[in-house]
């Protein structure tokens, strides 16, 4: 039983080899970063108020010195502090990363809600009248980016309907009808394609596993359709789907990006683009590296999960 | 002996071609401002209507095409020529360019795709100059690994030992032998690199991350045109259906070249 601690291993070596990665990164660019971040609109930047920064931002020590210091900090929790008002950015990113799981979430369970159950019904339909619409509006569903239809959604039910605010966000404490409203959008705007990818996965693995000896058994058998199909069809084919679905949701912990800009909601990626904009190094490398290792240990979990789930993989 | 689907492949040339042909059409100057007009409605002189700058929307929409597909296309082909080098190395060799070429595929899987993106226009600043390397590097590791697993499959066939026996250079082999081979699974993603760049660019571009403007492009188009979707709504909906359209049909190619390179072998 090697293969668990060797699989741990790898996934820590990752996240130090990431975390160096960005370290490195922000400080291979082409320039003074602290010189960079001063000069404004072309204009040449005050050299007294460059050393400074280089000083605060402990830009002035070797590399190697301020590599392991950096690594240090980071091991502690400690991310810096945002070069825009100094405040945390440990903190800004707890405060903001439990807002973005929430919407990933919400999206996940519209996805799986409907993804699974469609995909079920079309494959055991297949090339009725159900399946071809719903595969053909997946098609649809998968070709529009998620800003386009965010953007589509915020003109047809805030602009025109008024049937619920343009975008924004309010803590569940204060006002949860409020908190819900605002999450239903960006949640359904993920949703979409989302969905049409699980409608698929789905479609495809039950339309693969109904072929298989063993559901001609269970027919044979003589047991109700409905037993099949849940107990020995859909249990077999949302092996491969519940991991493409877990995966996929960690792209979505950067992706949210854009519906968190289209509807104005204040998640992690809002942040990221805020610290963007802003040349914001300390902001930039903390939510990258967070992203990055939450992304790293969903994929780890995936691989257990599945581990458990098959033990073929175990033992190979 | 199957073949592609001819729909989406014509959709995706027909799409191709009138990029191509974009600056030899006569058509409005994409960057002319007539702020006397902006916004107006369709015209004969516009049959799309101005922007809010009072650019002509149709030429802009036509220019944008031949930007997002120079940065699929580009990216796409700069990823696999560089990660069909690095798998074949890799596959061939085996050893130590095997571990650098799949390890360091390994190292950009970490990185949620936009996140990569994101950080790399933060360091570089936007521009489709950048844009076109960054998008290669997140397409890297599909290509390396679809080209080392299909080079592991080819060298252990009986035609590339004859290759070696006769006495051909490592060089040869892997480009006259192995190469062919593999080019099926390597088609497949190129299709889809290049579909996925096209989302990733117009989303880029729609931060203000990408394209950097006056230059046209669909992401942009869209993002300016969300200020005045109340009094203009067209204005927005043109570049969504026009980037959304070609995404699904590109997406048909990928599906139609998927089943076609899935049938042969």
């Known amino acids: ?200 996965m789905t479609r495809a693995a039950v339309l693969d596993e109904q072929r298989r000896d063993h559901v001609r058994t269970a027919w044979a058998k003589g047991l109700t359709r409905r037993r099949v199909l849940l107990r020995h069809v859909l249990r077999n084919a949302l092996m491969p789907v519940v991991t493409v679905f877990a995966l996929h949701l960690g792209t979505l912990l950067g992706g949210t990006v854009l519906v968190e800009y289209v509807f104005n909601y204040p998640g992690l990626s809002g942040l990221l683009v805020e610290a963007v904009n802003a040349r914001d190094y300390p902001e930039v490398q903390g939510v990258v590296l967070v992203i990055s290792v939450l992304f790293v240990a969903l994929n780890l979990a995936v691989d257990l999960l599945y581990a458990v789930l098959d033990p073929r993989i175990r033992h190979a | 002996m199957r073949f592609v689907r001819r ?59 031949r930007t997002s597909l120079a940065v699929a296309g580009g990216s796409a082909l700069l990823a696999c020529v560089g990660g069909v080098l690095l798998g074949l190395v890799g596959g061939f060799w085996r050893g130590v360019p095997e571990f650098l070429a799949l390890r360091g595929m390994d190292v950009v899987l970490c990185f949620p795709p936009l996140l990569l993106a994101l950080l790399v226009v933060t360091l570089i600043g936007p521009g489709a100059a950048t844009l076109i390397p960054v998008l290669a590097v997140l397409y890297l590791p599909g290509f390396v690994r679809v080209t080392y697993a299909g080079v592991l499959t080819v060298c252990a066939q009986d035609y590339v030992e004859a290759a070696r026996a006769v006495g051909a250079r490592p060089g040869r082999i892997m480009l006259r032998t192995i190469l062919p081979n593999v080019a099926g699974p390597v088609l497949v993603q190129v299709s889809l690199a290049a579909a996925s760049a096209v989302v990733l660019e117009s989303g880029l571009s729609f931060l203000g991350l990408g394209v950097v403007p006056p230059a046209p492009s669909w992401g942009l188009m869209i993002g300016s045109a969300r200020a005045t979707m109340v009094q203009a709504p067209l204005l927005l909906l043109w570049p969504c259906a026009a980037l959304s359209l070609t995404i699904l049909v590109m997406n048909a190619l990928c599906d139609a070249l998927r089943d076609w390179v899935g049938g042969q072998s």
């Open chain 1, 1 to 200: 039983m090697s293969w668990l601690p060797r699989r741990c291993a790898t996934s820590l070596l990752l996240i130090w080899v990431v975390a160096s990665v960005v370290f490195l990164a922000i400080r291979l660019v082409p320039g003074d970063p602290a010189e960079l971040l001063l000069s404004q609109g072309g204009v040449a930047p005050d050299p007294a108020a460059v050393s400074e920064l280089r000083t605060q931002l402990g830009l002035d020590r070797p590399i190697l010195a301020q590599y392991v210091s950096n690594l240090r900090q980071v091991l502690t929790g400690d991310l810096g502090q945002s070069l825009q008002d100094g405040s945390s950015v440990s903190e800004q990113i707890t405060l903001r990363l439990p807002r973005t799981l929430e919407l990933i979430c919400a999206a996940a369970l519209i996805a799986v809600v409907l993804g699974i159950p469609g995909g079920l019904v079309a494959a055991t339909d297949r090339n009725g009248t159900f399946d071809h619409v719903s595969s053909y509006a997946a098609a649809l569903a998968m070709a529009v980016p998620v800003f386009v239809v965010g953007t589509l959604l915020v003109l047809l039910f805030a602009q025109y309907l008024h049937w619920v605010p343009a975008g924004g966000y309010v803590p569940l404490a204060r006002d949860p009808v409020r908190h819900l409203t605002l999450l239903a959008m960006p949640a359904l705007t993920i949703a979409l394609g989302l969905t049409a990818s699980v409608f698929r």
């Open chain 2, 7 to 65: 729909g989406p492949a014509i959709a995706v040339a027909a799409i191709a071609s009138l990029a191509i042909a974009v600056p030899y059409l006569p058509l409005a100057n994409p960057l002319h401002l007539d702020i006397a007009h902006r916004l107006a409605g369709p015209s004969w002189a516009h049959p799309l209507g101005q922007d809010e700058f009072g650019r002509d929307v149709l030429t802009r929409l036509l220019w944008g095409a």
